[in-house]
T-cell receptor, first 115, second 115 residues
């Protein structure tokens, strides 16, 4: 079945450095890839997403890149701040959408930004 | 995005009992989903709640254990039946919202502890 692998499982960076989290997916028909940030005790919050007709998308300090051929997508956070510390989840939508709109989530990355 | 609420926010239950979790959205949405997040783990889809018809369950989840209702486009319930300690988890509903049927937003979750 559909699988999403996420690496690394933990990531520690110094404040101001960049952080990169990588995911790979198995279903070549997947065409929507969101990223969620989950702070301790809180709900997952959508921070950025990308669709398969786009190779890169940026929103201030965060960006996502997609390589459809390799079935890889990555989250890039620049100029990290302590408030970026959280668990980040990637996801891939299985199939073309509509009635089959379910997301498959990666295993999560615990990002710690050291002040 | 839609405002999503869940009740209860947390509960402690005895083995063998059942708990019904409610998910309320402030606007009509096409898709509603129920997820489970075990301690320190990723999000696993339990089922898609279909308005006016039976829910669609994922592999490993069955209706007898997790009956779901969706009487209209703004409300759904998930029941965790005949609970055991292994059912201790956070249960989250999510919805598609806004102009995009891709994007999913999560409710605040229900933290369930089974003794």
């Amino acid at each position: 079945g559909e699988n999403v692998e996420q690496h690394p499982s933990t990531l520690s960076v110094q404040e101001g450095d960049s952080a990169v989290i990588k995911c790979t997916y198995s279903d070549s028909a997947s065409n929507y890839f969101p990223w969620y940030k989950q702070e301790l005790g809180k709900r997952p919050q959508l921070i950025i997403d990308i669709r398969s007709n786009v190779g890169e998308k940026k929103d201030q300090r965060i960006a996502v890149t997609l390589n459809k051929t390799a079935k890889h997508f990555s989250l890039h956070i620049t100029e990290t701040q302590p408030e970026d510390s959280a668990v980040y989840f990637c996801a891939a939508r299985l199939g073309p959408g509509g009635a089959t709109n379910k997301l498959i989530f990666g295993t999560g990355t615990l990002l710690a930004v050291q002040p | 995005s839609a405002v999503i609420s869940q009740k209860p926010s947390r509960d402690i239950c005895q083995r063998g009992t059942s708990l019904t979790i409610q998910c309320q959205v402030d606007s009509q949405v096409t898709m509603m989903f129920w997820y489970r997040q075990q301690p320190g783990q990723s999000l696993t889809l339990i089922a898609t709640a279909n308005q006016g018809s039976e829910a669609t369950y994922e592999s490993g989840f069955v209706i007898d254990k997790f009956p779901i209702s969706r009487p209209n486009l703004t409300f759904s319930t998930l029941t965790v039946s005949n609970m055991s300690p292994e059912d201790s988890s956070i249960y989250l509903c999510s919805v598609n919202s806004g102009t995009s049927t891709d994007t999913q937003y999560f409710g605040p979750g229900t933290r369930l502890t089974v003794l």
